[in-house]
C-alpha cells in the first residue's frame, strides 16, 4: 500500500483476549514516544475502546456514517487528553452498526487512509467475517493476538489464515475461477483441496500458472507479528513458538514474534480505572513488556 502513514491492525479471531488493551497502550506508547498517533475502533456493535481511554461518552464516531453524510473524517477525531493520541470511536449499540454494509465498510476505509498522522491504529472486532479481515488487510503491519490457551492459538491461526486468503481473494477479484478455489466463506462451494498455501500452489501450478508468481509474491509479502496475552510462565512463552510452527507448516508464512505480555494484577487495575496501563504504571513489568514490543 502507497502511503505515507503507518497503518497497524490489531485483530485475533478470539474475543476476551486483551485486544483493545494492547491496542490501546500501544497507541498510547508511541504517542508518548513523539509521534502523531490516532486510534481507530472498528469494533462496530459492540465498540468500548472509548471507555479504556476514560471517555465516557463519545461525542462523534463511526455512527456518524449511518446518520449523516461525512465529508470529512477529521471531523470524528476525539481528544484522549494523552499528547500526541487523537481517537476516533466505533458505532457504540446504534441498531444495524454490527452488520453494515460492504459499502459502508469501503467508506469508512476510505476515511481512515485520508486521515493524517504518523501511525494509525486499527482496534478489530473479533471473529473472521470480512468487515474485520479487510480492515486488518489494509494496514502496512498488521498485529495478531493470543492468549497461550490451545483454543485461542487455533482461532488466531483461522485468522491468519481467513486473513491471508482473503488478500489473494481479493487480488484475483477479476478471475472468478480462482475467487472461488480460495474463497472459503462458503463451504458448499468452496473448494477444501486448496485449504493450505501448498495445496494452493500446486493448484495454481496445473490450472493458472501464468498466475503462480503472483500468488507466490502475495504469500511472501505477507508478514504479521504476533503477541502472546497473559503470559505466566515459561510453558506460555512457548505458545507463541507453537503458533509461528503452525502457521509456517500449514500456511508457509514468517510471522514475525512481536514480544509478549505478562498476566498482571496492574494491567486488571488500570482496567477498572480506565487509563491505560503504561501511564498508570510506567515502571510494571507489563509496560516494561509493551516497551520492548514498541520497539521490536
Do not use: W
Request: charge should be negative.
Amino acid at each position: 500500500m502507497t502511503t505515507s502513514t503507518n497503518i497497524i491492525a490489531v485483530g485475533g479471531g478470539k474475543g476476551g483476549i486483551g485486544k483493545s488493551v494492547i491496542c490501546t497502550n500501544l497507541a498510547a506508547g508511541m504517542a508518548l514516544s513523539g509521534q502523531k498517533v490516532i486510534l481507530v475502533d472498528t469494533d462496530f456493535g459492540a465498540s468500548n475502546l472509548h471507555a479504556l481511554l476514560g471517555i465516557s461518552n463519545p461525542a462523534h464516531g463511526f455512527q456518524d456514517f449511518f446518520n449523516a453524510d461525512i465529508t470529512d473524517p477529521r471531523t470524528l477525531l476525539l481528544d484522549t487528553g494523552i499528547s500526541n493520541l487523537k481517537f476516533v470511536s466505533g458505532a457504540g449499540d446504534n441498531p444495524g452498526s454490527a452488520n453494515i454494509s460492504s459499502d459502508k465498510i469501503d467508506t469508512i476505509i476510505s476515511s481512515i487512509k485520508k486521515l493524517e498522522a504518523d501511525t494509525i491504529l486499527l482496534d478489530l472486532g473479533p471473529g473472521t467475517n470480512y468487515n474485520v479481515i479487510d480492515f486488518f488487510n489494509i494496514s502496512t503491519q498488521g498485529v495478531v493476538i493470543t492468549t497461550p490457551e490451545m483454543t485461542s492459538i487455533m482461532k488466531t491461526f483461522s485468522f491468519i489464515r481467513s486473513a491471508l486468503f482473503r488478500k489473494i481473494s481479493m487480488a484475483f477479484q477479476d478471475h472468478p475461477e480462482i475467487v472461488q478455489m480460495v474463497d472459503h466463506s462458503n463451504p458448499d462451494s468452496a473448494d477444501t483441496e486448496s485449504y493450505t498455501t501448498g495445496l494452493l500452489r500446486s493448484k495454481f501450478e496445473e490450472n493458472f500458472p501464468d498466475h503462480s508468481d503472483k500468488l507466490n509474491t502475495l504469500i511472501n509479502e505477507f508478514t504479521p507479528g504476533l503477541v502472546v496475552n497473559r503470559v505466566r510462565n515459561r510453558k506460555d512463552l512457548m505458545a507463541g513458538d507453537n503458533l509461528l510452527k503452525l502457521v509456517r507448516k500449514f500456511l508457509e508464512v514468517e510471522v514475525t514474534y512481536l514480544g509478549y505480555i505478562i498476566d498482571s494484577d496492574r494491567v486488571r487495575d488500570s482496567i477498572d480505572e480506565m487509563i491505560p496501563f503504561l501511564i498508570k504504571d510506567p515502571q510494571s513489568k507489563p509496560s516494561e513488556n509493551l516497551q520492548q514490543i514498541i520497539g521490536a
